[in-house]
């Protein structure tokens, strides 16, 4: 019994250490942006949640918090109104473990940092050439093996601007990715080039958030030219 009330001390000390508290302010031209869902990712997975208050301010608890770089997700929707917004590659922590996101500033350097993602009219790579079933599979076997989902997400978006290919090869191709910042980017990019673009509502299907499925059909099969 005294060994098991030890181990059970050891173990709740040792996530007590290595508990940490992420406190992320959310603002847009000087507006909080309140009762926003906000998820924070690292390396690709999820290590936290919660909603900002009336002060567009969440304090969220983590036992996986390494280094001080992180992506984070937002969502807000209250009837009619929605709104979606995503931050990968930009954001780094304070010393203590806070920052504060001013969603104006960061809107300007989505587009520049993410090509086609988010544009109203994202363009077709005039110079995509086919892929056959050996290449495309020796790709998707080398996304398999590499350990930085940063890693994954670039070969995928190199994938999606150098190829014609499928509705199935996209939806194959968006499933190696553990990040739906990066699926739903690949998506997107990848649709300008696909070859059955009737069929990609097979590859919207996959989108288990029904506001990124919206967003990607919006920017795929429901865009008007």
């Not at 989505?110 to 495309?136: C, L, R």
Request: charged share 25%; proline share 1%; net charge positive.
């Amino acid at each position: 019994m005294k060994t098991f009330l030890f181990s059970f001390f050891a173990a709740f000390l040792t996530i007590a250490l290595h508990a940490q508290t992420i406190k992320i302010k959310v603002t847009e031209n000087g507006t909080a942006m309140a009762y926003h869902n906000v998820k924070v990712f690292q390396n690709g997975s999820q290590i936290g949640s919660g909603q900002t208050d009336n002060g567009g301010n969440v304090s969220i608890e983590t036992s996986g918090l390494y280094g001080k770089n992180i992506d984070v997700e937002g969502k807000y929707q209250s009837g009619g109104t929605k709104k979606e917004w995503s931050i990968k590659g930009k954001l780094k922590l304070d010393n203590s473990n806070s920052i504060h996101i001013k969603l104006e500033e960061i809107g300007k350097d989505i587009n520049k940092d993410f090509g086609n993602f988010g544009k109203s009219n994202p363009t077709p790579n005039a110079n995509a050439s086919s892929v056959s079933k050996t290449d495309f599979q020796r790709s998707i076997k080398e996304i398999d093996g590499m350990m930085s989902s940063f890693d994954k997400a670039g070969k995928a978006k190199r994938m999606a601007a150098e190829y014609k290919m499928s509705s199935a090869q996209i939806k194959e191709l968006i499933s190696k990715l553990p990040s739906s910042f990066d699926q739903k980017d690949v998506a997107i990019a990848a649709y300008q080039n696909c070859t059955d673009k009737n069929n990609f509502s097979t590859v919207t299907e996959t989108f288990m958030s029904s506001i990124t499925k919206r967003a990607v059909e919006d920017a795929t099969i429901n865009k008007k030219d």
